[in-house]
């Protein structure tokens, strides 16, 4: 018996190597992964540029210094982020929900300096922000929060796409400090803002005041086709947590700050061991000079465009959308279909369900044009043949 806690329904498989988009498993059978480690693997794996860098960390023997003292790694990564994101400040720290953790601190904080003596952020339905106490309480999913009450409280709930609600919202109370928005929710079913919503968001943000962080721990960093979702809409935002994709594979978050979160944490307000450490920052600078260099940006969305339209085509009728853009993308079934995760391991394809009824694709940014290929000549049989057993009578109807 593994001493694992048990917190995750595992697939009995183990990836021991890889190469670019494929993965080998103990056994030596190889697949195409079209995950990326849950949109982690930014430069897919053995990227020679990551691992030169790595290598290059390793030799120096300085892992970890501490953040008592300079650390030029995390300068220049600090630099890069402001110039693709179009902000000013970067907090590091190790995850996700560490990113976020901060950009809700940035926004109660704002609240205060305010005079806000209890502010409120605005937050999506179906979103997911992370497993800490406030961010499972930010997180619209009560599958995620359920045996771990009391909530945080602090946050206000909206559907997502409903600027209407939005407006209510901010003409009852006066609380509101910021909206925070995960633009296309990832597990919650890849369900995209329109770009007309999150303008319009802005708007009401820019009136009232509000701080606007956009969660694109996710969905940014390259996967869209462009750096940032809130980039397709035209505008900055104020506050941005990343992690994911950020260090192809080693373990990283960013809170970005810039416009009216710019210099709201001042010396003691917020802080990381980790953070920002110098093997951390390596893999960050190596990882976003490749995205730029080698136009992955622009691969994301001709690749993306492959897959879906090879699987528009493959499928036909018996799906209900395909969502997304880039390289993050959603299948929507009319049904349950976590029984495709393993069906599709067994046909060498690495993927995902989210959702219930969500078959979720989000390969490595390097992924090309043949390999997206391969995604729909493995995937769409299974999803085909998936459909026709769904739709025989059971044995009772007969
Ligand atoms: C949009 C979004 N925010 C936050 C998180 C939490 O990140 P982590 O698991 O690194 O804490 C996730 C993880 O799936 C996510 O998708």
Redesign the pocket.
């Known amino acids: 018996m593994s001493h694992v806690m048990n917190t995750y329904a595992r697939q009995p498989v183990a990836f021991v190597r890889g190469e670019g988009v494929w993965l080998w498993d103990e056994a030596g059978k190889k697949y195409l992964d079209a995950l990326a480690g849950?949109?982690v693997n930014t430069l897919g794996y053995g990227h020679p540029r990551l691992k030169k860098a790595l290598q290059a960390r390793l030799d120096s023997g300085v892992l970890h210094t501490s953040n008592l003292w300079r650390i030029p790694d995390q300068e220049a990564a600090a630099d890069r982020i402001a110039e693709i994101t179009g902000l000013d400040e970067v907090f590091f720290c190790n995850?996700?929900?560490?990113?976020?953790e901060a950009a809700i601190k940035v926004a109660r904080k704002y609240g205060h300096d305010r005079g806000v003596a209890e502010p409120a952020i605005i937050v999506m339905e179906k979103?997911?922000?992370?497993?800490s106490l406030a961010?499972l309480s930010a997180t619209g999913s009560r599958k995620v929060q359920a045996g771990f009450e009391p909530l945080v409280s602090g946050f206000v709930r909206v559907p997502l796409n409903d600027l209407d609600a939005v407006r209510q919202v901010a003409e009852h109370n006066k609380n509101v400090v910021a909206v925070f928005i995960?633009p296309i929710?990832?597990?919650g079913g890849i369900n995209v803002s329109r770009l007309e919503y999150l303008r319009g968001l802005k708007e009401i943000c820019e009136r009232k005041e509000w701080l606007f962080m956009s969660?694109?721990?996710?969905?940014g960093l390259g996967r869209t086709g462009k750096w940032f979702v809130y980039q397709h809409a035209g505008f900055q935002p104020d506050v941005v947590?990343l992690?994911?994709g950020l260090a192809s594979g080693v373990p990283v978050?960013a809170c970005v700050v810039g416009g009216r979160a710019k210099g709201v944490f001042k010396p003691g307000n917020h802080g990381s061991t980790f953070g920002g450490n110098p093997l951390a920052m390596t893999a960050v600078v190596a990882t976003l000079d490749t995205i730029k260099e080698e136009g992955l940006l622009a691969n994301a969305t001709k690749v993306g465009q492959v897959i879906r339209d090879g699987l528009k085509a493959e499928i036909g009728a018996g799906m209900k959308e395909i969502r997304g853009m880039g390289l993050m993308m959603g299948v929507e079934l009319a049904q349950p279909c976590g029984a495709l995760v393993k069906e599709a391991l067994e046909a060498g394809l690495v993927i995902n369900v989210t959702a219930d009824n969500v078959i979720r694709l989000l390969p490595p940014l390097v992924m090309s044009e043949a390999e997206g290929r391969m995604v729909v000549q493995r995937l769409a049989p299974l999803v085909r043949g998936f459909l026709a057993r769904s739709s025989e009578p059971t044995a009772a109807a007969r």
Do not use: M, Y
């Open positions: 849950i949109a995850s996700g929900l560490e990113a976020n979103a997911f922000h992370g497993r961010t995960e929710q990832g597990e969660d694109e721990v996710q969905c947590p992690a994911k978050g």
